[in-house]
């Protein structure tokens, strides 16, 4: 287990951490939250540079790497569902794309392929994390942004709401888009008898 590996899969408990500060009332929950989040959004670049500048990248990273991503934004995009922050239904489009993807992905793999995310899906998940930035930042600014300067930020608040739901939906787009992608570039590995990626 090396560092990238350890710092991709870092990922994963802080995503329960993250997701539990959303539901804490407490001040600086949802700063700490947002911190937090930050700080696994820069691991999912950190990882992958540190792997690349030591060599150490493995097949085991980059099939983790993806998946410690949508373990990450799903987990915190249910939550925002429950919150009634994020639509339902762009949720179930981004799960079903995520299901779709990783059991292709788990398919090449017991042929003895790993096929690790491609620059549409890079985007896609940058996309997402952004917009959950925003959607993360709203109650910092609103509930810890009082409790600190005594300040009525509703207007921001909703400004940086609304612009975390309009990015999801850009996101929500690119998922469906680089999935088709990802369906289209490899189906004849995944549905073929050819163990080579198209």
């Not at 937090?36 to 990882?47: K, N, P, R, S």
């Not at 788990?106 to 917009?131: C, N």
Request: aromatic content about 10%.
């Amino acid at each position: 287990m090396n560092l990238p590996n350890i710092i991709t899969l870092s990922r994963i408990p802080l995503m329960f951490i993250i997701v539990g500060l959303m539901y804490c009332t407490w001040p600086g929950a949802a700063t700490l939250a947002f911190i937090l989040f930050v700080g696994a959004a820069i691991g999912d670049w950190l990882d992958g540079y540190i792997a690349r500048r030591r060599k150490q990248v493995s097949n085991f990273g980059k099939l983790m790497d993806a998946m410690a991503d949508k373990v990450m934004v799903m987990g915190i995009v249910i939550a925002f569902v429950d919150l009634h922050e994020i639509p339902v239904s762009l949720a179930l489009i981004t799960l079903c794309r995520e299901f779709l993807v990783t059991g292709m992905r788990m398919v090449a793999a017991s042929k003895g392929v790993v096929v690790s995310a491609d620059s549409g899906g890079k985007t896609k998940t940058v996309t997402q994390l952004i917009a959950l930035g925003f959607l993360l930042g709203a109650p910092m600014l609103s509930v810890d942004g009082y409790y600190a300067f005594h300040w009525d930020a509703t207007a921001a608040v909703r400004l940086v709401g609304n612009t975390g739901v309009v990015v999801f939906i850009a996101g929500t787009v690119l998922s469906v888009w680089s999935g088709y992608r990802y369906i289209f570039r490899n189906a004849k590995l995944v549905f073929g008898d050819d163990p080579r990626p198209s």
